[in-house]
């Protein structure tokens, strides 16, 4: 059966199974997936071990830092934060240079959480996503992904110098 179009004659972008950003949606979906049933025996959400993982790195934070580096609103991480401060996994601490605010930072309880089990699990979600991949090609991938993440060459978020490849 033929459906004509008013724009028939416009060809559209090829938006396929092949097509670089469909993948690579595709490929955070998939992580997205392993990673919650990795920490899902923990009684934990990705969007926690996020929240942990950050805290770790960085050290104690406010909550909208934490939101804002993350990409998680505001709302959804006042849940997240008393859900693990429920858990005793965070404290929030008043902030020394600004008593009005809390930093949040883990407990013993939630660094060793994160360090002897949390990590192992979701270094094992990593290795069945990387699976497909040899070492060297884990490490350019890892190296990839960085660029695209931090080095923007002064880019910001949805700005192209040229058209993008798509694939």
Known sequence: MSVDSPNSDVPLPEFSSGDTGILL????ELFAEL???AVEPFGL???DVIVLTAIDSVGPQSQQQLARTHGI???TMVSVVDGLERLG???RARNPDDRRKY???LTGEGQALLRYKLGPAMLNA???FLA???PGEREMFGQFLWRLVHDRGGLSPGTRSEPASGG
């Open 126 to 128: 990593l290795d069945t």
């Open 132 to 134: 497909p991949f040899t």
């Open 103 to 105: 930093a949040i930072g």
């Open 45 to 47: 959400r990705a969007k």
């Open 35 to 37: 990673l919650e049933a």
């Open 89 to 91: 996994l965070v404290q």
């Open 25 to 28: 949606a595709k490929a955070g």
């Open 73 to 75: 609103d505001r709302t």
